[in-house]
T-cell receptor
Framework: EAGVTQSPTHLIKTRGQQATLRCSPI?????VYWYQQALGLGLQFLLW???????NRGNFPPRFSGRQFPNYSSELNVNALELEDSALYLC??????????????FGPGTRLTVL | AQKITQTQPGMFVQEKEAVTLDCTYD???????LFWYKQPSSGEMIFLIY??????QNATEGRYSLNFQKARKSANLVISASQLGDSAMYFC???????????FGTGTQLKVEL
């Protein structure tokens, strides 16, 4: 069974540009989560999608947005990039919505560097 | 609000010894779950072990066990017989209230020495 995949592995952008990060969940998983791991700030929850809907959002500005497609893959868009957006962006998927014990399976991450 | 506290930024352990990584949590929800993840230098988060708030026994997975003390709100990870490959960052995480997002601690960097 293929794991969670993310693309690209690395992304270099300049301040003010837009970045698009992609995630494909494990087959059969309907929930996709996005996390930001910035140096010195730890792992922060960004967004949660399930069945194509945004279910929850972390404490991030609106320029962080995303969507989930009918095949459950997901895209994270970051507009008007700022230097502090440089981080490892991790995507995770889980099989069943709303259960406390659901393990989240993580992808390898996309490292975004903003110059 | 949910909170996870890991007070050990770094730990050293000798190969084949056991090590305990500390984690305390705070949530007002009676139904919650606690996870431990390992993050090697490659960046990928690897699931290690899970403990539910209503589980009667402490969770174990191979060399990993979770010392769950509900009254003290602690969920410490015990790694037995440490191996060089255990050197990594370890994160404790909490989920509650419907199980959607994970709240992570700041992590503990473990280094296993010969």
């Amino acid at each position: 069974e293929a794991g969670v995949t993310q693309s690209p592995t690395h992304l270099i952008k300049t301040r003010g540009q837009q970045a698009t990060l992609r995630c494909s969940p494990i087959s059969g998983h309907t929930s996709v989560y996005w996390y930001q791991q910035a140096l010195g700030l730890g792992l922060q929850f960004l967004l949660w999608y399930d069945e194509g809907e945004e279910r929850n959002r972390g404490n991030f500005p609106p320029r962080f947005s995303g969507r989930q497609f009918p095949n459950y893959s997901s895209e994270l868009n970051v507009n008007a990039l700022e230097l502090e957006d440089s981080a490892l962006y991790l995507c995770a998927s889980s099989p069943i919505y709303g259960q406390v014990g659901n393990e989240q399976f993580f992808g390898p991450g996309t490292r975004l560097t903003v110059l | 609000a949910q909170k996870i506290t890991q007070t050990q930024p770094g730990m050293f352990v000798q190969e084949k010894e056991a090590v305990t990584l500390d984690c305390t949590y705070d949530t007002s929800d009676p139904s919650y779950g606690l996870f431990w993840y390992k993050q090697p230098s490659s960046g990928e988060m690897i699931f290690l072990i899970y403990q539910g708030s209503y589980d009667q026994q402490n969770a174990t997975e191979g060399r990993y066990s979770l010392n769950f003390q509900k009254a003290r709100k602690s969920a410490n990870l015990v790694i037995s017989a440490s191996q060089l490959g255990d050197s990594a960052m370890y994160f404790c995480a909490l989920t509650s209230g419907g199980g959607n997002k994970l709240t992570f601690g700041t992590g503990t960097q473990l280094k296993v020495e010969l």
